[in-house]
């Protein structure tokens, strides 16, 4: 018999660490670079609007805090698997909710 493995079946070389890239390595750098585009990359290319764009900073800010607050208040109210899809479904019906998803 040949012991060598069957076609269309490799495995992932190993990293000399002796581990490969994993999904929760893959997904903190995907993270980190979508974090790191909006905190480093947007100031930049907002600063050539001048100091209006720091009011639309803090306007975007306050928005992202009222939706989390939101969607803390939903959550805790009546807790559901499947996001703004659920609360939508829940509140308007299947139509809003598929929509909304």
Same mark, same amino acid.
């Given at each position: 018999? +040949? ?9 992932? $070389? *190993? ?12 997904? @903190? ?11 480093? +990359?947007? /100031? ?21 805090? *009222? ?8 959550? @805790?109210?009546? /807790?559901?698997?499947?996001? $703004?899809? *659920? ?13 909304? *998803?």
């Amino acid at each position: 018999m +040949n012991s060598s493995p069957r076609p269309g079946k490799t495995e992932a $070389p *190993a990293t000399e660490a002796g581990s490969a890239l994993g999904l929760p390595e893959a997904i @903190s750098l995907v993270l980190g670079s979508i974090i790191g585009v909006g905190v480093f +990359n947007l /100031p930049a290319s907002l600063a050539s609007y001048g100091p209006i764009s720091l009011v639309s900073l803090v306007l975007t800010t306050v928005g992202a805090l *009222a939706l989390a607050a939101l969607f803390a208040s939903l959550a @805790s109210r009546m /807790p559901a698997d499947g996001g $703004p899809y *659920a609360y939508a479904r829940a509140a308007f019906g299947n139509l809003v909710g598929f929509v909304n *998803a």
